[in-house]
C-alpha cells in the first residue's frame, strides 16, 4: 500500500504524543491523560505501522517499551530485556492471540497461566545464593533503574529465600503497589496536613521506590507481588504455573487469584470471573494477563519487537466514560470546605451508574474548564469518587453556564473565605452551620483545643443526630443522665465525659480561639493572638479590616523602604497576615457565631478564659517565621514545630512575604512553589537542625 502524506503525518503525529505522553508517565510519574487514551493512540499507531511498513523506524514507540531512567540512579542493564505485553480489548482480540498460539505450535488446545495484571511499577528481584542483592526498576524495558536500598524498605520482599537449596542466581520479577485501603489512608493523611494529596495508587508506588533517601520511603506501604523471572531456563521447570509456585514457596508474594486454564473457553471465563471480584480486590488491576503455561512452548512462540507472542494484556474497560454536566453545585464538608460537585447526566462507569462527580476545588474547575452544559470524561477507580477528568467537548457556555465559587455559604448564609495559599474555600460560619456541626464539635473537643476527653466520633454522632447537640455552647448543658441514656453509653463513662467537659472550662487564650475554628487560625496564630491581645474581650474588640488596612499599608510601604535602604516600620501584629485578618473579620462578625461565643462565655457554669501574657523566646531564631510542608525523614511535624518555638521562632500556617524560612520534606506541597515563588529561603531537615545547634551556641 502506498505511503500517502496523511498517513505520514498522522504517524508522525502519534509518535510525539505517545512519547510525551510515555516520558510523564514513566519517567515523570505524572499522567495528564487517561491509560485508554493511551492505549489508544498506541493501537492506531500499531495499525498504521502494520499497514504502512515503510513508515517503521528503529525510534517508533512501537519498537520499544518506553520511558528513560532518572539519572540520580546508577544504571541497571536487563540481562534479559523487561519488556511490554502486546494488549487486548476485547474478546476478538483474545480470539486472535489463541489461534495464533495454537498455528504456532499446531496444536487444538493450549494450556494457559492466567493471573491479575496489577496497576503498579514493574521491577526486577536479584537474589545470590538466595540473599536479594540488588533491585531495578524496569526503566525502558533495557536499562532500568538501581532502587536497591529502597526496595529493601519493602516489607513483603524477602531479603533471604526460604528454600534450603536456593538457585546461585536467580532474577524474580514483579510489581510494586499500593494497596486501595492505604492509599485512602495517605490521602486522609495529606488532608489532615492540608497537603497535595496522590493522583493513585500506582503514581504514589512509584514515586516512593524512587525517592533517594530511604526512610522516606520506608514511610510508604508498598508491597510486592512477583509473577515471573527473567530467564526460565535457568530454574528445573517446565510450565510457568510451576515457577510461580516455587515463588511462593521461596517466600514471595504471588497473586492467590493465578490459574491455570483450557484454551480460550478457559481465558475468557478466568477475565469474567477476574471482572467480578476486581472491585473487591484489596490493590487495584487493569486487566489479566495470559501466558502458554509451556516453557518450551513460549520459547518456540519466541517475540516480536517489543512483546513475547506467548503472552497479552487482557485490558478490562476502563473506569471512565464521557458524559453531559447538568449543573455545578456546591457542598460543604463536615470542616467547613466548600467543594463543587457535577451533576450528571447518569452514565455507566467501571460498572456503576454516576450522577455526580468532584470538582475538588474551584482552582479545578479553572484548570479544567469545566462549564455547565459541557461534555466531560468522568473517573471512577475502585471506591474512590468520581471525579471529573477532563473537557471532552464544550458546550454552549452561555453567560451562566461558568462557575462561580458562591460569596456565602449555601448551607447557613455565612460568609466564605479563601486564604492565600490554598485551594479550598470556606464557611465561615463554623460554630453554628449545620453542614459542620460534627467537624466543629470534634474540632472544639480536640487535644491541642478544649481536650475533652471521651468525646470522639460515635459520641457526636449521637448527640448531634438525636438534636442534643448543636453547637459547643450546648456541650456544657449536658447531664450524666442524658448521655446515659445513648446507645453504648453506661453511667460510667457518661459520668466521665460529663468530667471531662466540666474540666475543660478554663482554658488558656490561645486555646479557646484555636478551638473556635476560624479559618486559617492554627494553633501558632492562636498563640500569636492571645499573645498580642491578651484577652478574649480584646481579641472580640479589635476592628480587624482597619487593621488588615494597616498590615497592607505597611507592607507596602516596607517593601519601598526595603528598595530604598532604610530602616522597616514596626511590625502590624507579625505573623498574621491581611488576609488571615479578613478571615477573622468575617467569622467574628457572623452574628450566630458570636451567639455561640456568647453563650459559651456567659451565664452560670460558662467557660472562664484565661488572660495571658507574652511569652519569651529564648533563642537567637526570635522572630522567624517558618512554614513546614512534606514529611521529614527524621522528624514529626509536632516534633519540627516544637524544636522551632523553643529557639524562638514561629510556624506559620501557609507561606506569604513575612514568611522567613520554608523546611519542606517528601512530597512536598504547594508551599514549596510558593516559596519559590516569592524568594523565600528553603530548608531541609539537616538545614533545619544545623540551624536549631546554632541558635543554642
Not at 99 to 122: H, N, V
Not at 162 to 187: H, T
Not at 400 to 424: H, K, Q, T, W, Y
Not at 546 to 567: H, P, S, V
Request: hydrophobic letters at 40%; one cysteine or more.
Amino acid at each position: 500500500m502506498a505511503v500517502t502524506q496523511s498517513a505520514r503525518r498522522r504517524v508522525e503525529a502519534l509518535r510525539r504524543d505517545i512519547e510525551t505522553h510515555s516520558h510523564r508517565y514513566y519517567v515523570l510519574d505524572a499522567p495528564t491523560i487517561p491509560d485508554s487514551e493511551y492505549d489508544r493512540m498506541f493501537r492506531e499507531l500499531l495499525e498504521l505501522e502494520a499497514a504502512h511498513p515503510d513508515l517503521v523506524t528503529p525510534d517508533s514507540p512501537t519498537q520499544r517499551v518506553g520511558g528513560a531512567p532518572l539519572q540520580e540512579f546508577p544504571p541497571v542493564v536487563h540481562a534479559v530485556p523487561m519488556l511490554s505485553l502486546n494488549n487486548a480489548f476485547s474478546d476478538e482480540d483474545v480470539i486472535g492471540f489463541d489461534r495464533r498460539a495454537r498455528e504456532g505450535l499446531d496444536k487444538d488446545e493450549i494450556e494457559y497461566a492466567a493471573e491479575p495484571k496489577f496497576d503498579g511499577l514493574a521491577i526486577s528481584l536479584h537474589y545470590e545464593r538466595g540473599r536479594f542483592v540488588r533491585g531495578a526498576t524496569r526503566g525502558d524495558g533495557y536499562t532500568g533503574e538501581d532502587v536497591t536500598a529502597n526496595l529493601r524498605t519493602v516489607r513483603s520482599i524477602p531479603l533471604k529465600l526460604r528454600g534450603a537449596r536456593a538457585p546461585g542466581a536467580v532474577e524474580v520479577r514483579g510489581e510494586v503497589i499500593i494497596y486501595k485501603a492505604d492509599f485512602e489512608r495517605i490521602n486522609a493523611r495529606q488532608r489532615e496536613r492540608s497537603e497535595k494529596e496522590f493522583v493513585n495508587p500506582r503514581n504514589t508506588a512509584a514515586g516512593a521506590l524512587r525517592q533517594l533517601d530511604p526512610r522516606i520511603t520506608a514511610e510508604r506501604p508498598l508491597r510486592f507481588f512477583a509473577y515471573g523471572v527473567g530467564d526460565p531456563a535457568k530454574l528445573p521447570f517446565k510450565r510457568h504455573s510451576e515457577i510461580l509456585d516455587w515463588l511462593a514457596e521461596e517466600g514471595l508474594p504471588v497473586a492467590a487469584e493465578r490459574a491455570t486454564v483450557k484454551g480460550l473457553s478457559g481465558l475468557l471465563a478466568f477475565y469474567q470471573k477476574m471482572g467480578k471480584k476486581r472491585e473487591r480486590l484489596p490493590y487495584a488491576i487493569d486487566g489479566v494477563v495470559y501466558k502458554v503455561n509451556d516453557l518450551g512452548d513460549q520459547r518456540s512462540l519466541g517475540f516480536v519487537a517489543r512483546a513475547p507472542r506467548f503472552a497479552l494484556a487482557h485490558k478490562y474497560a476502563p473506569e471512565e466514560a464521557v458524559t453531559e454536566v447538568l449543573d455545578i453545585e456546591v457542598q460543604v464538608g463536615r470542616t467547613g470546605t466548600l467543594t463543587p460537585v457535577a451533576r450528571l447526566a447518569p452514565v455507566s462507569v467501571g460498572g456503576a451508574t454516576v450522577t455526580n462527580a468532584t470538582l475538588h476545588n474551584e482552582d479545578d474547575v479553572r484548570r479544567k474548564d469545566v462549564w455547565r452544559r459541557d461534555t466531560v470524561t468522568v473517573r471512577r477507580a475502585g471506591d474512590v469518587i468520581p471525579e471529573v477528568v477532563s473537557v471532552s467537548k464544550a458546550g454552549p457556555r452561555e453567560q451562566g453556564d461558568r462557575f462561580e465559587m458562591p460569596a456565602r455559604c449555601p448551607v447557613c448564609g455565612s460568609e466564605v473565605v479563601r486564604l492565600e495559599g490554598e485551594a479550598a474555600s470556606r464557611c465561615t460560619g463554623g460554630l453554628f452551620c449545620p453542614a459542620q456541626r460534627k467537624g466543629a464539635l470534634l474540632h472544639f473537643a480536640s487535644r491541642r483545643a478544649m481536650d475533652i476527653e471521651g468525646l470522639g466520633d460515635k459520641l457526636v454522632d449521637q448527640l448531634v443526630d438525636s438534636n442534643k447537640v448543636l453547637t459547643p455552647a450546648d456541650l456544657y448543658t449536658l447531664d450524666a443522665a442524658t448521655l446515659a441514656a445513648l446507645d453504648r453509653m453506661g453511667e460510667k463513662s457518661a459520668r466521665n465525659v460529663v468530667a471531662a467537659i466540666a474540666g475543660s472550662k478554663n482554658p488558656t487564650l490561645a486555646r479557646f480561639v484555636y478551638a473556635l475554628g476560624i479559618p486559617g487560625v492554627g494553633e501558632e496564630v492562636a498563640r500569636i493572638l492571645a499573645g498580642h491581645f491578651g484577652s478574649f474581650d480584646g481579641l472580640l474588640g479589635a476592628d480587624w479590616t482597619e487593621l488588615a488596612e494597616r498590615k497592607k499599608a505597611a507592607q507596602k510601604e516596607n517593601a519601598a523602604r526595603k528598595r530604598r535602604g532604610e530602616a522597616p516600620l514596626p511590625p502590624v501584629l507579625e505573623g498574621v497576615g491581611p488576609e488571615l485578618m479578613e478571615s477573622l473579620a468575617k467569622f467574628l462578625s457572623q452574628q450566630h457565631n458570636r451567639e455561640v461565643i456568647r453563650q459559651l462565655t456567659s451565664g452560670p457554669g460558662a467557660v472562664v478564659v484565661q488572660r495571658e501574657k507574652r511569652r519569651a523566646t529564648a533563642g537567637r531564631l526570635d522572630g522567624k517565621v517558618f512554614v513546614l510542608t512534606g514529611a521529614l525523614p527524621g522528624l514529626t511535624r509536632e516534633e519540627a514545630k516544637e524544636m522551632i518555638e523553643r529557639s524562638g521562632g514561629k510556624v506559620a500556617a501557609s507561606v506569604s512575604r513575612q514568611t522567613d524560612y520554608v523546611v519542606a520534606g517528601a512530597e512536598a506541597g504547594s508551599k514549596l512553589g510558593k516559596a519559590h515563588e516569592l524568594g523565600v529561603a528553603v530548608l531541609d531537615e539537616a538545614g533545619l537542625r544545623k540551624m536549631f545547634e546554632e541558635s543554642k551556641s
